[in-house]
């Protein structure tokens, strides 16, 4: 059975003043069926990138420079526009980072969710059944008097559930979540993401999800891919990953995640340096002036090296780093 | 929202009231005999002393406005002592063709200026958008009463296609609407450069909102998009402008009315200005000051019924 | 050099509106300076014979109902336009000022009266209350500035309040009242050259309202005595007799058009440069 998703060779430019921004370079990753795939990386890493580049939906001066996009073998570079609309809102679908922007502000949630379902035939008051059935599910209380309020009328946490609703509301192959609990406080993260799980079980979709917050990554995700700085430079099953990190990176990472801290410290740990221009960005390693273990070998550009057979990372020290 | 209609109708008429009191205070506290301001200057010495006496012209300004407001409420605006009738008639009979100048002139502004400025925006930087934002900040800034004499002089006096005074055969819709259309396009011209260039600022902003995007995502086709969700948003600056620009239209349909010789309160208030008609001129006044705090009140309301953001105040 | 190409003027000049907008300006401002050395005729010279003549070599613009060389005028108009202009905005942009800072930053009771007061006054249609105060004022250059004064200055006084009441807050402001600055000194030496910015746009874009309204008053009989050539006054005689001759229409509108044209470009221009939120949206 083929993969819901995959990505290969993802190159993405941005058309600027300074020049071209490489924003994506080579970026490959798969998304198995009924598979959960984390990714993890700081602002800057390319994530927005990436998403906006699997909806075909990105700004006027981005380019795919190189690179292919499948939806269980279906290309989606260079796909008719016909064809993607088609695809957006049901084959894959969106839950965005912060529902208070994502939701139109002066429509009724039922209006919204109505429009959503506009490819369906059947009656309005049948979607509006099914709209209603869908928001008692991600547990929103009293769901019919919710098709007439406004977002602005609800919490952060219901919105993010409205928000849920209307994602999965047409079952689709693939869900793409953008940092859906970055917005919340740690007890409503909690609910949302065991949503998630129980959504993923009845439905039985591909997630693509997206944070910053390792814990919320190990605790959800089967698989996750390292993104920094426009690379994806490691990937594995995320036990694997997070307890044998083989890029010196997702080491750094872990390291300075403030809820391993046991503890007490003046300073919380960091990793020294910038991230690079990425208008130029430097030869060989793209890690290197940050990594503490470079050597004149990280010159020359690693290639993905396995370190066992389903995890491999960007790092010519990998196979010998993770033991 | 109707918490918040009868806070703003409130501050309408309270600003009605102290509008036109101020104005009333000024014109009978000026030296000078007050009769003859009130009166006007033909008055006779018998209706001098019968007017002082009935309408208490020696009582403090407080009563007097007092007095003025309990007539206005009664519906008395006063009496055109030249013609011999009651201000209320000439007023009334005049403000049709003033809100239907008004209107017509708002009604093609914001249609034509609304579609310029979403397709400014759709079609951003092409050459369509750049040639239309010149022509925008054009219009805005050529005056409108000069406007109004260049069509005058080319459209209706050099190549005749349109009439040159008047508004028209009561009666015959057709007439009416033929002698409208000069003098609305004049007084509409500035607008329709206003309002696209505000509805194309508004929409590109919007357009990079993130419920936008969210639409998108969700598969929405991108003319739905941009034409329905966005300019639904994007409209309510223009709504808030038109509403509150009611009150230059009105000096535009001043200049539109003296120069196509159309009836209406503009060519009212100028004819009885020069006929130093004062209760005329004040009963004109106090109705183009109701009328115009009254549309930019409705304005108002419809922002807030249209945006449900704004009535959280 | 490279450093002029940064500051406002060296931006201004790269934009061609802006710089187009300034050669008219400078143009008027030109003709009204020397009004009289570049008109051929008298202003005031009426030659009864030519009355209502084309454009010819004679008479640049034609002549006006009474024989009057209608460029001659319309260069003196240029005069009384600025006049009025610089006038009626430096009174009612200090007048605005003053009261919108007072407003924004003082007592919340008073940021309510004055509110009151700067919608009340939005409530006269501009040319409706000049007519009404025309009735009543004697007919004169001061009655048309006390017009504009009266129905611009709460333009001023808003714009100037909403910045002030955004500066209010600024982290900076608390930083000065932490250290015990007086809200005098506050006023005047923090928030005054932060509000500047926007007055002066909008300084901009009203003196082409100002030049207009002062046309419109003229135009219709309440403006400047008669006799003065101010540019509203030609189109008045203009209107007259549109059917003897279009000419003095013709003529007369093309000066308040390029003004107010080249002023409204200014005001974009300078709008566009000084408000860097605007610049990126381009």
Known sequence: MSDTLNVEGLTVHYATQEGALQALRDVALDVPPGQIVGIVGESGCGKSTLINALLQLMPENATIAAGAIRLEGEELVGASQRRLRNMRGRDIAVIFQDPMTSLNPVLTIGRQMLDIQYRETRSRAEKLRRATEMLGRVGLPDPDAKLNAYPHELSGGQRQRVAIAMAVLMRPKLLIADEPTTALD?????????????????????????SHHLGVIAELCHRVVVMYAGEAIEEGPVADVFLRPSHPYTAKLIECDPGRMKTKAALLPSIPGDLPDLTAPPEGCIFRARCDKATDLC??????VAVTGAHWARCHFAAGAGA | MLQYTFQRVLLALAIIVVAISALFTIMITLPGDPTTVLLGPRATP??????RANMGLDDPVLVQIANFWGRVLRGDLGTDYNRNRPVAEAVFSALPHTMALVFGAIFWSATLGILLGAFSADNRNSWLDRVSGILSVGFIAAPSFVVALYSLLLFSVTLRWFPTIGAGEPGDLGSRLYHLALPSFAIGLAWVGYVARIVRASMLETLGENYIRTARAFGLSRRKVIYNYALRVAILPAVQVLGVGIGGMLSSAVFAEIVFSRPGI??????????????????SMLVAIGFFVTCALIADLVNAALDPRQRVK | MGHFKHTLLGRLLADPMAVFAMLIISGLVLVALFADAISPHNYAEMNLVDRFAPPSSTYWLGTDNLGRDTFSRLAQGSRIALYVALVAVSISGTIGLILGMIAGFGPRWLDNVLLFIFDTLRAYPTIILALALAALLPRGLSTVIIVVVITSFSEYGRVVRTQTLSLKNAEFI??????????ARIVFHHILPNVLGPFFILAAMNLPVVITIEAGMSFLGIGVPPGTPSWGATLKDGFDFIRTTPWIIVAGGLPLILVTLGFTFLGEALRDQLDPKLRKSR
């Open chain 1, 186 to 210: 740690a007890t409503l993260e909690v609910q949302i993401i065991e949503l998630l799980k129980e959504l993923q079980q009845e439905i039985g979709c591909a997630i693509l999800f997206i």
């Open chain 2, 46 to 51: 018998e209706l001098r002393a019968a007017f």
């Open chain 1, 299 to 304: 010159r020359t550009k690693p290639m993905p």
């Open chain 2, 266 to 283: 503009g060519s009212l208030i100028y004819d009885s200005v020069s006929g130093r008609n004062y209760p005329v001129v004040m009963g």
């Open chain 3, 174 to 183: 608390l930083a000065e009242r932490a250290m015990g600055a007086s809200s």
